[in-house]
């Protein structure tokens, strides 16, 4: 009898509460809008699992190397969490160097005064950093880790947040990717807001076209002219860079298509189930997580209005004026942020055709987050 | 070591990413003159171009290539993986 309640206390169902119980549901939502509404399926998918499996008690699974005291005792997600992200933090460089395989910088190198509107667009960054410290809730390496949200990139925000404020990791990186999917509900309003039917309607002439040699030279010299400002930012940079740099090489087509699919995608994968594990209901429900929520839209928000208003600003000086409406592209949230600019500019003028233009702003936020990153780094203190 | 204070901090962020991007901005221009010194040298050094074709051979080249085009498409079965064929 005694053997039958020892096994009954093993079970989950001894030790499971309203706290994971809702947190289940949660993870459930994720997947529902993965699957049903394609909504960033490749990060909302494997984080609904990793919260789920996170909520399920007793499991060990999240047992952290740090904690385990013998022999087998770290779980699967503890061990992946400490040495892909919190110790090495290794999994979001690894995802740079497949996101440089994937893009094309030629958009930018085209019309390379859309580089300004990337660095404007970083101001959503700095907002909600001034808005977490004035909630006095949070420590400077948390509200540098709250603002990065505002880069929304996701990899840039897991490799600042695990390196400054790893017990906030889980909740900014769901807060980032949630939003980033979310932006096609986000931006809309406040492009129309901050523009007049006339701005949205401006065409561009067609990007040139850029030569072999030019692809070539920019991501190496953006290499060594970034990581020599901001060394720390390397890590994300240079994989980035390499990524980009085999992709437009044309020599190594193995490499370029090893990175941009199968190791993109093994490291996606855990990257993104650990992030999941990382939301386990007595970290979620508190008042901090609201909190991030808020300040999170607010982060994109005003990267949002800063790169529209940037745009108009550039207008006044600019003889061939650009639709300001590129200039929300400049949040990163590749290539989401981009498509919505063309959209957007299409409802007011079907002739426009802004996709290649908002490329560049687009790209160009990647390169801005991930130098704020970096700054972050060199000058902040770790909690 | 002590926290910045977070005024500089955002002073030194967004003035550095700005920075950074002016930087890659002026470079694409520097590339851009690379490039077109490139293309410049290339073109200086490149072979002299071939005397143009005789119009005769260009006519006998054509008529040779239409005709292998028409056997091939008036007898489509007897291509190199025609089972048929190799029956």
Known sequence: MNELLDFLRSTGFSAIGPGEGLMIALGLVFIYLAVARDMEPYELLPIGLGVIIANLPLTGLLVSPLEGTGFQESGLFGLIFHYGLSFWNILPPIIFLGLGALTDFGPLISNPKTLLLGAAAQVGIFVAFWGALATGVFELSEAASIGIIGGADGPTTIFLTARLAPEILGITAVIAYSYMAAVAFIQPPLMKLLTTKKERAIEMAPPREVSRLEKLLFPTIAMIVIILIVPRSAPLIAMFMIGNLFRESGVVPRLTSAASNEVLNVATIFLMLTIGTQLSAERVFQLDTLLILGLGLVAFAAGTMGGLLFAKIMNLFLKEKINPLIGSAGVSAVPMAARISHHVGQQSNPRTFLLPHAMGPNVAGVIGSAVIAGVFISLVNPT | ?87
């Open chain 2, 1 to 87: 070591m002590e926290q910045p204070d977070a005024l500089i901090l955002t002073g030194i962020g967004i003035g550095t990413a700005f920075v950074v991007l002016m930087l890659l901005l002026a470079s694409v221009f520097v590339i851009r003159l690379i490039t077109w010194l490139v293309g410049k040298w290339a073109g200086r050094n490149d072979p002299p171009a071939e005397d143009p074709p005789d119009p005769e051979m260009r006519n006998r080249a054509a008529a040779a290539s239409a005709a292998v085009t028409a056997l091939i498409h008036s007898r489509p079965r007897l291509g190199l993986t025609d089972d048929r064929a190799e029956e």
